[in-house]
């Protein structure tokens, strides 16, 4: 079992920074795959980014390539994702997941973890 705790979120002006940690309680997060997902208000849950186990290979959502950074720290059990040049769009709760696999997983259908989300509000 994985249980997992996001922590980061908060109210940011356009075109500022935020970074998302996300913390595991397990006794290692080798061979998991960790992902980023977000819902908006009236929106379908939407993947942002994920990362190997190893965290040498990234994935991201057209919509954050170039702005967002997924990383992680298995020393430290935890995962983060930085933010930057965040726009309106963006808001969003925002959820960490994990799941035991050698792949990249993309869809959270795929992840079986997850943490409780943490709110990102995004002001003009």
């Known amino acids: 079992q994985v249980q997992l705790v996001e922590s980061g979120g908060g109210l940011v002006q356009a075109g500022g920074s935020l970074r998302l940690s996300c913390a595991a309680s397990t006794r290692t997060l080798l061979t998991y795959a960790m992902a980023w997902s977000r819902q908006a208000p009236g929106k379908e849950r939407e993947f942002v980014a994920a990362?190997?186990?190893?965290?040498?290979?990234?994935v991201y959502a057209d919509s954050v390539k170039g702005r967002f950074t997924i990383s992680r720290d298995n020393a430290k059990n935890t995962m983060y994702l930085q933010m930057n040049s965040l726009k309106l769009e963006d808001t969003a709760v925002y959820y960490c997941?994990?799941?035991?696999?050698?792949?990249?997983?993309?869809?959270?259908?795929?992840?079986?973890?997850w943490g409780q989300g943490t709110q990102v509000t995004v002001s003009s």
């Open positions: 997941a994990a799941e035991l696999s050698l792949r990249v997983p993309m869809s959270g259908d795929e992840y079986t973890y």
């Open positions: 990362i190997s186990w190893s965290g040498g290979s990234t």
